[in-house]
């Protein structure tokens, strides 16, 4: 931390007028700094004898403040990169000319066509991208828009150039493959009319010096193909990942990372909140996965990565990028985010001094309104009554959640069919905020319009969409709201998942996954009913997550598909019939007699969460979480077959998977709790507290 930052911490009477006058918690800015930093990534361009221009990434802080000191700053040499409409809407309306503002990222019509009506430079991702500027730009008879083409998927192995480097590339989420750039070049060819080639660009998902150097090299190279076609372009741009050094001692970072790891193993106690591993994980005492960290020791960062990289050589061409910018005069862009607003400000807050806090955890992960013995439930009655001064942001409850849909996802579909409502709405039915809210507004257009609520099946899991049994504890979940309630798989949802990603370039997660599978399904049998002579009909589901987010769940379900070889046993593999077939369940009490006087008794393994378990259990019953618990019967049987076993969940649907899979495996004696947990409490069956 640096002055003026640390003099103002130091000021702590100062601080505490500002809490006290403007509340808790308060964002205070220096945006003096912001300029200041600007100036020194500028002072690295001077030193290279380079011109050029520092954009500031605007999504790294959404301050105003922030924004209007950098349209008071030197307009040659600085101006600011925005990712979205609100963004281009933000600078212009806090000064910032648009001749000095770059328009990146994902753009739909809206944003792009604000894009060429003000004169923005526009960062173009692909050839579909370009089309739909240039047509704009003709449409609406738009001066020529300043275009520069951003490239990515720099391969080093193997090359032409003969420098005989290998550099390992993560593929980045923007911008052309350089080994299309000949197509995108013969598209600028035929747009001159519109557009107008001022330069190349990238886009890397990594902060490797090497990789870097290598994707300037070669955007040099590009840049050379277009002046021989007769194109005129002066700029090349390189992003961001500048990066910020947070912790100044290396050391202290690798003893932080260090005592990470170590939690994970269990060697120390954890260092997080329920200690997360931030993507490590510990199986079978070895860590496996990576640290989704922000590194927060970096020996170079900010302007001094940028004269690094700089200074470093090129692989094919032997001389330092600064030096093959200077011998081609073209100027230099850089858009650092993060870096810029580096000592730019602080977030004050207040804090219960002496407090203390005790985790009262819930019986389910969904609250059950009718159960008083489950504090979530009570927290919900308190906060949730009329007249409470509270704000209960719980989703399964909070008409909010209804309402927010209503206001923007449904109205957001009638637009984009051009006022009209769809024939069939499917949905993926978790906290039923959605369907509920967009469901009434296409109902509003047009009441005929068909609601598919789509569901998990029972004793299956995915992520964000509930089983029916689950879903009838969900507040907002209303059945009238379906005209029809249909089950999916995980194995469907992981294929549909499959199909979004590699047939339309959607990078779904499992929940749009099932909202596809669930709608091609329902659809491929009401087609086969229409007449050929019916006007064609129109269909929506929304693909509300993204791959990322799922892969453990992906690879715990299809490691193949990550490199990995299927492992062992699995209950995804199990149909219903084969669950009906071979897994036994027992009622309540002929469960309580075989506990009680069995010979042996059996062992009682409870399938629920630590915290589920920890508010109510049943006397004696092991807990081994659901997922550990599929990691261990990979493994072979987790039990002797000399002792019988009783598993529970829930409400009976996972227990009865696995009893059945364990007795598959050759387990004499599984049997599995019907109806769980739950089942269990409504009998007056004894439980217990941890």
């Not at 009554?385 to 399964?396: I, L, N």
């Not at 393994?605 to 990979?634: K, M, Q, T, W």
Request: glycine share 10%; proline share 7%.
């Amino acid at each position: 931390m640096e002055p003026p930052l640390t003099a103002l911490l130091d000021d702590a009477p100062f601080l505490h007028s500002l809490v006290d006058a403007l509340g808790s918690p308060l964002n205070v800015l220096l945006p003096e700094r912001i300029a200041e930093n600007a100036d020194r990534f500028r002072a690295v361009l001077r030193d290279h004898r380079l011109a050029g221009r520092v954009y500031y990434a605007h999504k790294a802080n959404r301050s105003s403040a922030l924004v209007r000191r950098l349209a008071a700053a030197d307009p040659a040499g600085v101006g600011v990169d925005v990712a979205s409409l609100g963004e281009l809407r933000h600078v212009l309306g806090s000064g910032v000319t648009p001749d000095r503002i770059m328009a990146t990222g994902p753009k739909d019509p809206e944003f792009l066509l604000l894009a060429a009506r003000t004169g923005a430079t526009v960062n173009v991702d692909s050839g579909g991208e370009l089309e739909q500027l240039a047509g704009m730009v003709r449409k609406y008879d738009l001066p020529r828009t300043d275009v520069l083409l951003r490239l990515s998927a720099f391969e080093a192995a193997g090359d032409s150039t003969g420098a005989g480097v290998r550099v390992l590339s993560r593929r980045s989420r923007f911008g052309t493959p350089v080994g299309e750039a000949g197509e995108l070049l013969s598209a600028v060819e035929r747009h001159r009319d519109a557009v107008e080639l001022t330069g190349v660009a990238y886009h890397l998902d990594t902060t490797a010096l090497a990789e870097k150097v290598r994707a300037l090299e070669r955007c040099v190279t590009v840049m050379d193909e277009c002046r021989a076609r007769g194109l005129a372009p002066r700029v090349i741009d390189i992003g961001g990942g500048f990066g910020v050094g947070y912790v100044a001692d290396a050391g202290q970072w690798e003893r932080y990372t260090t005592a990470l790891t170590e939690s994970v193993l269990g060697i120390r106690p954890p260092l997080t909140w329920r200690g997360y591993g931030y993507g490590l994980r510990n199986e079978g005492g070895t860590v496996r996965g990576a640290a989704a960290l922000y590194p927060a020791h970096r020996p170079t960062a900010g302007p001094g990565y940028l004269d690094e990289l700089l200074s470093q050589t090129a692989p094919a061409l032997g001389r330092p990028p600064a030096t093959l910018l200077l011998e081609h005069l073209y100027d230099l862009y850089v858009e650092p985010g993060r870096a810029l607003v580096d000592q730019c400000g602080l977030s004050l807050a207040r804090v219960l001094d002496g407090a203390e806090i005790e985790e009262l955890p819930g019986q389910s992960e969904c609250l059950d309104p009718t159960d008083t013995d489950d504090p979530l439930t009570r927290f919900h009655q308190v906060l949730s009554q009329p007249g409470s001064e509270y704000v209960h942001t719980d989703q399964y409850f909070n008409p909010r959640n209804t309402e927010a849909h209503a206001a923007g996802t449904g109205p957001e579909i009638v637009k984009d069919l051009d006022g009209r409502a769809p024939d069939w709405f499917i949905a993926c039915v978790g906290t039923a905020g959605s369907s509920t809210g967009v469901a009434r507004v296409l109902r509003e257009h047009d009441p005929e319009v068909q609601v598919l609520g789509l569901v998990a099946q029972k004793s299956d899991f995915i992520p964000g969409i509930r089983t029916i049994d689950e879903v009838r504890q969900v507040g907002l979940f209303d059945p009238a709201t379906y005209d029809t309630i249909e089950s999916v798989t995980s194995e469907e949802a992981i294929d549909g998942m499959l199909t979004l990603i590699r047939r339309c370039g959607l990078l779904s997660g499992p929940t749009g996954g099932a909202a596809y599978q669930g709608a091609i399904r329902h659809l491929r049998a009401v087609d086969e009913e229409l007449p050929e002579s019916e006007p064609r009909r129109t269909a929506v589901f929304v693909v509300c997550d993204r791959a990322e987010s799922y892969l453990s769940y992906v690879r715990q379900r299809r490691p193949e598909l990550l490199g990995s070889p299927r492992r062992g046993p699995s209950v995804t593999a199990l149909t219903e019939a084969d669950v009906r077939a071979e897994g036994k369940a027992i009622g309540t009490d002929d469960a309580r007699r075989w506990i009680t006087g069995g010979e042996p008794p059996p062992l009682v393994v409870d399938l629920r969460g630590p915290h589920a378990y920890a508010a109510l259990h049943i006397e004696g019953s092991v807990n081994i979480v659901d997922e550990i618990f599929e990691e261990l019967v990979r493994g072979g049987l987790p039990f002797s077959k000399r002792r019988p076993v009783l598993l529970s969940c829930p409400v009976g649907e996972k227990s009865a998977r696995y009893a059945a899979l364990l007795t598959r495996m050759g387990h004499p004696d599984v049997r599995s709790l019907a109806g769980g947990i739950v089942a269990w409490r409504d009998a007056g069956a004894p439980l217990v507290r941890e």
